[in-house]
């Protein structure tokens, strides 16, 4: 039996929607060995409007990780999310140089669930920089589509396909912008560019708050997808239909935040 190694490079989420827990659990429901390197540690307050408290490692420490996780050799697929500083996307990249890592996915992650200001403007640079021309996909949503193509604010499909095209063109082979239910439209809406051709990905809206972790999920997903050698039309179709039926099933954790269910797709609950 061969198992399919995934690791993702990620912030740790305490609710445990989002994030390398997110990811975690994706990867085991796709059946593979999910490991991950920590880089920031994200809290949320619920005395104060469940704000965001976004603290990140020292990059010495990422470093210590990766060294530890790549010992056994290269992983089959990776992924990365909220990466915290410079110096951490610098070593992201020096890991995937190092040890020849491909079927990469960047997650471009630049706000915070429910907010809509960079976190860190010199790190949106340093993704689209360092880690886009490293990678075989990118997973931007609207507005992380807006900032690394430089068009801001995307409100249309046409809008979408100009982004993709700008992002592409920064060196990443394949990008699936998230434009989920932000368009005016019955359905939530992806797009998947591979530099040549244009793939509309639309399922009905779910009318539902509870969809803390859709993102990370998504990309882990097609993460996973790609170490079990799927292609990246494949992995991405099948990531759509499984953060899809990890939507609808999304639940409530407390007043403030509802995470979907990453079990959802294979029924987990039921086993």
């Not at 994706?26 to 603290?55: L, Q, R």
């Not at 990678?135 to 589509?145: G, H, M, V, Y």
């Amino acid at each position: 039996m061969t198992i399919k190694k995934t690791l993702t490079i990620a912030g740790s989420d305490s609710s445990g929607g989002a994030g390398l827990q997110a990811d975690l659990k994706t990867f085991e429901e796709y059946g593979t060995f999910g490991f991950s390197a920590i880089t920031t540690i994200v809290t949320m307050d619920p005395d104060n409007n469940w704000s965001h408290g976004v603290t990140p490692l020292d990059a010495n420490l990422l470093r210590a990780q990766l060294k530890t996780i790549l010992s056994g050799g290269p992983v089959d697929a990776m992924k990365t999310g909220m990466l915290g500083s410079v110096e951490i996307i610098e070593a992201t990249r020096d890991a995937i140089d190092e040890h020849n890592l491909q079927n990469v996915v960047i997650d471009p992650v630049m706000v915070c669930k429910g907010e809509d200001e960079l976190i860190q403007p010199e790190n949106a640079e340093a993704i689209r920089d360092l880690l886009l021309p490293r990678a075989l996909i990118t997973t931007p949503n609207l507005f992380e589509a807006g900032q690394l193509s430089g068009l801001g604010k995307l409100t249309t499909l046409d809008d979408m396909k100009a982004a993709a095209k700008k992002i592409v063109a920064l060196g990443v082979k394949y990008v699936v912008i998230k434009g989920g239910k932000s368009l005016q439209s019955d359905n939530a809406i992806d797009l998947l560019y591979d530099g040549t051709t244009f793939t509309v990905l639309e399922t009905p809206k779910i009318d539902t708050n509870f969809n803390h972790g859709a993102g990370c999920t998504f990309a882990a997903a097609i993460t996973a997808g790609l170490a079990k050698g799927l292609t990246v039309e494949e992995a991405v179709h099948k990531a759509k239909d499984f953060v899809t039926a990890a939507i609808k099933s999304g639940f409530a954790f407390n007043k403030f935040i509802g995470p979907v269910w990453h079990g959802a797709y294979n029924n987990a609950e039921n086993r």
